[in-house]
Every structure is written in structure tokens, then in C-alpha cells.
């Protein structure tokens, strides 16, 4: 499987030939809609072909609180494969927001997970930290309606 149900306020993409998660979120994200999205791209065979991942919440009109934040890091901690992304970008436009991620980046290294997290407020910028020798993609690269069904 490549790709999560765009119908949903989070999803995600793998793109083989980038070898990147792309995820992103819109509107208001339960967490439960987070972590069973998360399970879902952990389990699948491709994400351990990723070397990079770049989570898009630009759009989000949520956060998570910190027990949530936890929660997500203590199932990282379990589950997380041996292989996949060890760069996971967050992109957000809004204040709250990007403290949230911040919030994240900070209890991800303080208990050990070995995903390196960073928070951007500009895509590009993202995507310079992610692939520093790589181009960054041009708007092709966001999932669309006929990603989401592909095998």
C-alpha cells in the first residue's frame, strides 16, 4: 500500500522514486485519526524505503495536546522500524501550531527517538533541511485525488 484515504483529515503518500513519506493533515485531526494513520504507514513495507518524510499541516485547524504528543512518542518508541526516515519535516502556517511541533521536536529527543524532527513555517525550507542536494518538487509532488488510489 502507498497511499492513505484522502477523504480522511490526515493522510499520507509514499513516493518510491523519492524515497519521502508525505504526509499531511487538514482540518480537524482526532487522535485517533493520527495514530491509526501512523500505524498505517509504519506497517506498510514501503516506509522503510524512505529516507526522509515531510508532514504538511498548513492546513490543519487542530493540535494535539501534550498527553496526545505522548502518546505518539511512546508508540514511536514500540514501533518504529529499523529502517525508514530518519528526517521528519513538519511544515505549519500558523503560530500555535508550529509551537506544537516544536513542543514535539524537543520530547522526541529528549526520549531517545531516533527520528530527528524540525519545524518549518516555509516549505522550501523543509524541504533544503530534508534533501539538501536535491531539487526541491514542484506541486505534482502533493498527493492528489488519483494517488490515493494506487497500489
Known sequence: MLACELA??????IYPDFQV???RGHGVITQTE???TMLTWLRDPAYE?????????????????LAE???????LQQRL???????????TSKPITFAVARVFE?????????????????RDRA???????DPAPDSSFEVSESDSTRD
Open 106 to 122: 524537543q520530547l522526541m529527543r529528549l526520549k531517545g527517538v531516533p527520528l530527528e524532527v524540525r519545524s518549518f513555517s516555509d
Open 49 to 65: 524505503l524512505c529516507t526522509s518524510a515531510l508532514f504538511d499541516v498548513v492546513d490543519a485547524q487542530s493540535t494535539p495536546r
Open 34 to 36: 493520527r495514530i491509526e
Open 21 to 23: 513519506l508525505f504526509i
Open 81 to 91: 522500524p529499523a529502517g525508514g526516515p530518519r528526517r521528519l519535516a513538519i511544515v
Open 69 to 75: 504528543l505522548r502518546q505518539i512518542i511512546a508508540l
Open 127 to 133: 524541504w533544503a533541511w530534508l534533501r539538501p542536494d
Open 8 to 13: 480522511m483529515p490526515m493522510y499520507f503518500y
